[in-house]
């Protein structure tokens, strides 16, 4: 069965570093997401992102997020300068319809560890 | 803030099914019922979906009662690689793709 692949499994980074977070959706998927949790918390939306457009985003997702589909094949999230409270699960998600129930598929996460 | 509400914990043999009930009162007439489960420290997978009707594939049964405002997802027969975090989201499908909130989902410990 098809599956999200994310890497690195784990990074770990300084504060104030910028990180680049990678996943391969499903192949024929349109929909992509980001979601992260932090351990022992929620699983949070960050951002959606069809037609290599931003869709929505929540208030996590601020300035220092950006989102890029850099290929065909690739979705990138990226944190430009890290801080502390960044340290979290990123889970990437893809879907396959943009209209009608459409489940979204997950990685299985990449653990940023910002020290 | 999740639109469900679902016990924190759960038992079950191993063996045996597993009832885990979702209270959506104020679900609309276009969301859909998911269920989703978190096995530790994984992505979030994906189980069943529903508007109206009971539904049932490979991994689970989704029994909506008819007012829709609670459900059940049932695991048939229960192994211990079913121990996990399940949730139950309702969301409805816009041009956005299916955003999903997730609450505190219920925690399924499975037992030999």
């Known amino acids: 069965e098809p599956e999200v692949t994310q890497t690195p499994s784990h990074q770990v980074t300084q504060m104030g570093q910028e990180v680049i977070l990678r996943c391969v959706p499903i192949?024929?998927?349109?929909?992509f997401y980001w979601y992260r949790q932090i351990l022992g918390q929620k699983v949070e939306f960050l951002v959606s992102?069809?037609?290599?457009?931003?869709?929505?985003k929540s208030e996590i997702f601020d300035d220092q997020f950006s989102v890029e589909r850099p290929d065909g094949s690739n979705f990138t999230l990226k944190i430009r300068s890290t801080k502390l409270e960044d340290s979290a699960m990123y889970f990437c998600a893809s879907s396959e319809f943009w209209t009608g129930p459409s489940p979204l598929h997950f990685g299985n996460g990449t653990r940023l560890t910002v020290t | 803030d999740a639109k469900t509400t679902q016990p924190p914990s759960m038992d079950c043999a191993e063996g045996r099914a597993a009832n885990l009930p979702c209270n959506h009162s104020?679900?609309?007439?276009?969301?859909?019922v998911y269920w989703y489960r978190q096995i530790h420290s994984q992505g979030p997978q994906y189980i069943i979906h529903g508007l109206k009707n009971n539904e049932t594939n490979e991994m689970a049964s989704l029994i909506i009662t008819e007012d829709r405002k609670s459900s059940t997802l049932i695991l048939p027969h229960a192994t211990l690689r079913d121990t996990a975090v399940y949730y139950c989201?309702?969301?409805?499908?816009?041009?956005?793709?299916?955003?999903?909130?997730f609450g505190g989902g219920t925690r399924l410990m499975v037992k030999p």
């Open positions: 992102f069809y037609n290599n457009e931003i869709s929505e």
């Open positions: 192949s024929n998927h349109l929909y």
């Open positions: 989201i309702v969301t409805v499908n816009n041009n956005a793709g299916n955003m999903l909130t």
């Open positions: 104020t679900i609309s007439g276009n969301e859909y």
